[in-house]
């Protein structure tokens, strides 16, 4: 290594050490609530399609300088015909969601010294003075309410804040992104579930919305949203993402099936041509995606992104938008 190589490298550690990092998704309390992963886990030797050990870990977290980590409650056991994949939990989302959130709050007290809940922007800037990992609580798929919609009350009371309305499966609430060739949108109590998740401060995630529901939620919405994993795949995603960086909210870039740490930022690169440098983030979807770039098989990799935006010249402020700033941000306006 040349003098200009290290010195690049220097640069690329200090910044990356000073930002405030944001992965704005993973499925990862899966695991921890079946018992086949552990929060001192540790990088496999070899990846794997399956289970989900070595990916995300307090240790790895740390060790990727990653400040906050948002958690996913994904309680579906539909395939995307909503035929039940895993019996146990059929017509038991709310029990599957309430165990997830005692593995999480138990974590917070066995490991309080390095881990601790985030309910607002000031607690993640925090947890960057004080050195230890913040994580944040989301829904993938509102399927554990039903159709009370008081309990998202209850839920936000529990640390959630941030949902999606479903996955990629149809609920009371409104159609996913797989359940038919026309998907339909957002029902008349799913329209009333918009309205109170802006009214209880919790941040609004696109995610995994059939193509109708995010039409009528973009016109429905008052506050920026989030998508917390994507890709630009398609002429309506790109339409959806301009709509959403022009709106103040922030794009993630998901590593599913990104080959090279060079794809992945020429996947945030095409984010940002749609919702502007402020508008994109990181959103990895660890858990279940062993087909992540080969240079970033974990969160303890996340310098390796920093190192190729800075490669392609990218400023400093850009790249700390990129790390977390952006999802700070709205995180900040829209939750607190």
């Not at 930002?19 to 993973?26: F, G, L, N, Q, W």
């Not at 925090?126 to 994580?135: I, N, P, S, W």
């Not at 529990?158 to 499966?169: D, E, F, K, Y």
């Not at 506050?223 to 959403?244: E, F, G, I, W, Y």
């Given at each position: 290594?040349?003098?200009g190589?290290?010195?690049?490298?220097?640069?690329?550690?200090a910044?990356?050490?000073?930002?405030?990092?944001?992965?704005?998704?993973?499925?990862?309390?899966?695991?921890?609530?079946?018992?086949?992963t552990?929060?001192?886990?540790?990088?496999?030797?070899?990846?794997?399609?399956?289970?989900?050990?070595?990916?995300?870990?307090?240790?790895?977290?740390?060790?990727?300088?990653?400040?906050?980590?948002?958690?996913?409650?994904f309680?579906?056991?539909?395939?995307?015909?909503?035929?039940p994949?895993?019996?146990?939990?059929?017509?038991?989302?709310?029990?599957?969601?309430?165990a997830?959130?005692a593995?999480?709050?138990?974590?917070?007290?066995?490991?309080?010294?390095?881990?601790?809940?985030?309910?607002?922007?000031?607690?993640?800037?925090?947890?960057?003075?004080?050195?230890?990992?913040?994580?944040?609580?989301?829904?993938?798929?509102?399927?554990?309410?039903?159709?009370?919609?008081?309990?998202?009350r209850?839920?936000?009371?529990?640390?959630?804040?941030?949902?999606?309305?479903?996955?990629?499966?149809?609920?009371?609430?409104?159609?996913?992104?797989?359940?038919?060739?026309?998907?339909?949108?957002?029902?008349?109590?799913?329209?009333?579930?918009?309205?109170?998740?802006e009214?209880l401060?919790?941040?609004?995630?696109?995610?995994?919305?059939?193509?109708?529901?995010?039409?009528?939620?973009?016109?429905?919405t008052?506050?920026?949203?989030?998508?917390?994993?994507?890709?630009?795949?398609?002429?309506?995603?790109?339409?959806?993402?301009?709509?959403?960086g022009?709106?103040?909210?922030?794009?993630?870039?998901i590593?599913?099936?990104?080959?090279t740490?060079?794809?992945l930022?020429?996947?945030?690169?095409?984010?940002?041509?749609?919702?502007?440098?402020?508008?994109?983030?990181?959103?990895?979807d660890?858990y279940?995606?062993?087909?992540?770039?080969?240079?970033?098989?974990?969160?303890?990799?996340?310098?390796?992104?920093?190192?190729?935006?800075?490669r392609?010249?990218?400023?400093?402020?850009?790249?700390?938008?990129?790390?977390?700033?952006?999802?700070?941000?709205?995180?900040?306006?829209v939750v607190?």
């Amino acid at each position: 290594m040349n003098e200009g190589q290290g010195e690049f490298s220097t640069r690329a550690a200090a910044l990356h050490a000073a930002s405030i990092v944001i992965d704005a998704h993973t499925d990862i309390l899966m695991g921890l609530t079946d018992g086949t992963t552990s929060w001192d886990a540790g990088a496999p030797a070899e990846p794997t399609d399956e289970g989900c050990n070595g990916q995300v870990s307090l240790a790895l977290l740390k060790a990727g300088g990653v400040t906050a980590q948002v958690f996913a409650l994904f309680t579906a056991p539909f395939d995307l015909n909503y035929r039940p994949l895993r019996p146990e939990y059929a017509g038991a989302t709310q029990a599957r969601a309430l165990a997830m959130l005692a593995v999480f709050h138990e974590a917070r007290h066995t490991y309080a010294d390095r881990f601790r809940l985030a309910t607002t922007a000031e607690a993640v800037r925090q947890a960057k003075r004080d050195g230890v990992t913040a994580g944040i609580l989301a829904f993938e798929g509102l399927d554990p309410i039903g159709i009370d919609l008081r309990l998202l009350r209850l839920f936000r009371e529990l640390g959630v804040t941030i949902a999606t309305l479903t996955w990629s499966n149809r609920n009371p609430l409104a159609d996913g992104s797989s359940v038919a060739k026309q998907a339909g949108g957002l029902s008349m109590l799913g329209e009333e579930a918009v309205a109170e998740l802006e009214r209880l401060g919790i941040l609004i995630d696109l995610a995994h919305l059939g193509p109708t529901s995010i039409d009528e939620l973009l016109e429905l919405t008052t506050k920026p949203l989030l998508v917390s994993h994507t890709r630009l795949s398609d002429d309506h995603r790109a339409r959806m993402l301009r709509r959403v960086g022009e709106n103040g909210g922030v794009a993630c870039a998901i590593f599913y099936k990104i080959p090279t740490v060079a794809a992945l930022v020429d996947q945030i690169e095409a984010l940002m041509e749609l919702c502007g440098p402020a508008g994109v983030g990181l959103g990895a979807d660890f858990y279940g995606t062993r087909p992540a770039p080969a240079e970033v098989q974990t969160v303890a990799d996340f310098p390796r992104i920093t190192e190729e935006l800075l490669r392609r010249g990218y400023a400093d402020d850009i790249v700390r938008g990129i790390l977390g700033e952006n999802v700070l941000r709205l995180y900040e306006h829209v939750v607190g």
